[in-house]
């Protein structure tokens, strides 16, 4: 069973894509001590709903992962009100973003780990939503900072407990993802987010069984594809995730963006020229991320 914000839904109902890491509703534009960025905020309900039922409509989007955390402007009411209008299934999530945004930075790993499960157990913003992943946590520079590790090591402690997976973000991809494996946590049940081009990064998170996650938007089409392929052609396709990774208004097909959409009309079409087969595309944008959202199920 899936946990979306419109109740639990059996992981054999999807039978369409999955968009593994968007962002639905956000406002970062409050972080302490980087600079400040009109843009960066997301808070239009019609503006979503249009593009995921479009999307449903012509693509086939059957379910998308909203990593929209704690220090992300996160609004679990808003994610129920859109999927319920867009018809499109939406898991959300629970976790401490990076330091410039973290609601909690100076707490302690064990109120980090109370805070996530009395979340997880209780339910998100004062409603009825209850997260199915726990994410998106990393960090913002070029590794973890004190108060990003222990937000990683309370998530690992979660998702040990309650066996929901882990996204990440951030440069430091290998760091961010030892931390996570340090405390026990089985790799298969992390999406490590890949900003990155390097592809023997990538396949040594693919080898340590965790899955790579590429952005469209947060790798660049032109990096997220040559990141698939690579993985692809070296036997590592069941450790692929690709969405898009939209989490500003201006980033929406409204304002002149390529929105939810650019994955279909960019990235999934190129891998088609290249020479991956139907059932590979089926793998990666269906099978893969359903097997890591079920990787701790009983």
Known sequence: MLRTVTGPIRAASVDGAVLPHEHLRTDMRWAVGIESDPYRWLD?????????????????????????????????AALARVAAASRVPVIASTGVFSEPFSPA????????????MDEISNGLDGTGVFPGVIGEVG?????????EERALIAAAHASVATRLPVATHGRDSLGVLEILL???????????GYAGSDLPVA??????????????????VDAAVRVALGLIEEGHAERLLVSTGTSRV?????????????????????LREAGVDEDTIRLVTRDNPLRWLTAGAA
């Open 44 to 76: 239009e309900e019609h503006t979503v709903i249009d593009e995921l039922r479009d999307l449903r409509l012509s693509d086939g989007l059957n379910l998308l992962i909203d990593l929209t955390c704690l220090g992300m402007g996160r609004d679990a």
């Open 105 to 116: 930075r100076d707490a302690d790993v064990p109120t980090l780990t109370r805070l996530l």
């Open 139 to 147: 960090c913002w520079g070029a590794e973890p900072t004190p108060a």
């Open 182 to 192: 340090a405390q026990g946590l089985p790799a298969a049940r992390v999406g490590v």
């Open 203 to 220: 396949r040594k998170i693919a080898e340590s069984g965790a899955y790579v996650s590429v952005t469209a938007l947060g790798n660049g």
């Open 250 to 270: 201006a980033q929406t097909g409204r304002y002149g963006g390529p929105g939810y959409a650019h994955v279909f009309q960019a990235v999934l079409p190129r």
